[in-house]
């Protein structure tokens, strides 16, 4: 079956570095998401990415966060200047085509990359 | 906007007991409704989905839920609990028609702990 996979499975930084986590989508999919969890808590929307570009970003997705497809397969999530409050478990999503009326398919989910940032 | 609340942090039930797991939604329109399960340092996995036709929606392990429209709930059911169904669940809701994005909003979550 396929599935999204995600790497690093764990990163730990420090403070003020930059961080990258990358992520393979499902081949044929095209909607593409990158979710965040703190501590096993809610989990907070960040970003869509559709067609090479952003189609919606929360309020958490500042400045400090960029989304890239770089090419046919990854899709990269970068934390310019982590922060403390950036530690938590990073997912990345992706889900089939949106039809008329918005997407009837569920996300697939990876199995996430935790970041640590001392 | 489209939001999602489950009320319980967390559910008890014993093994071989049915249980209930619940989740109200807000959206402006018709809702699409998604249920996930967590498993620890796991990724979330669908279980189920309503976007249209039968309330009651049957999904993965032997999970279902019922869209109540006038209640605006989707609470997941199981007829008969295992321990293995201890896990987090996330409800899930998409608006399709203010939803630029195509994004899912979740709940908080709740916590199934089923004892032997």
Same mark, same amino acid.
């Given at each position: ?11 730990? *930084? ?21 979710? &965040? ?31 890239? &497809? ?5 899709? *990269?999530?970068?934390?310019? #200047? *982590? ?14 085509? &949106?039809?008329?009326?918005? %997407? ?9 990359? &935790?970041?640590?940032?001392? | ?26 959206? #402006? ?79 908080? %979550? *709740? ?6």
């Amino acid at each position: 079956e396929p599935e999204v996979t995600q790497t690093p499975s764990h990163q730990v *930084t420090q403070m003020g570095q930059e961080v990258i986590l990358r992520c393979v989508p499902i081949s044929n999919h095209l909607y593409f998401y990158w979710y &965040r969890q703190i501590l096993g808590q809610k989990v907070e929307f960040l970003v869509s990415f559709y067609n090479n570009e952003i189609s919606e970003k929360s309020e958490i997705f500042d400045d400090q966060f960029s989304v890239e &497809r770089p090419d046919g397969s990854n899709f *990269t999530l970068k934390i310019r #200047s *982590t922060k403390l409050e950036d530690s938590a478990m990073y997912f990345c999503a992706s889900s089939e085509d &949106r039809t008329s009326g918005g %997407g009837t398919g569920e996300l697939f989910f990876g199995e996430g990359s &935790r970041l640590t940032v001392l | 906007a489209q939001s999602v609340a489950q009320p319980e942090d967390q559910v008890n039930v014993a093994e071989g007991n049915p249980l209930t797991v619940k989740c109200t939604y807000s959206v #402006s329109g018709n809702p699409y409704l998604f249920w996930y399960v967590q498993y620890p340092n796991r990724g979330l996995q669908f279980l189920l989905k309503y976007i249209t036709g039968d309330n009651l929606v049957k999904g993965s392990y032997g999970f279902e839920a019922e869209f109540n429209k006038s209640q605006t709930s989707f609470h997941l059911k199981k007829p008969s609990a295992l321990v293995s169904d201890s896990a987090l669940y996330f409800c899930a809701v998409r608006d399709p028609y203010n939803n630029a994005g195509n994004m899912l909003t979740f709940g908080g %979550g *709740t916590r199934l702990m089923v004892k032997p």
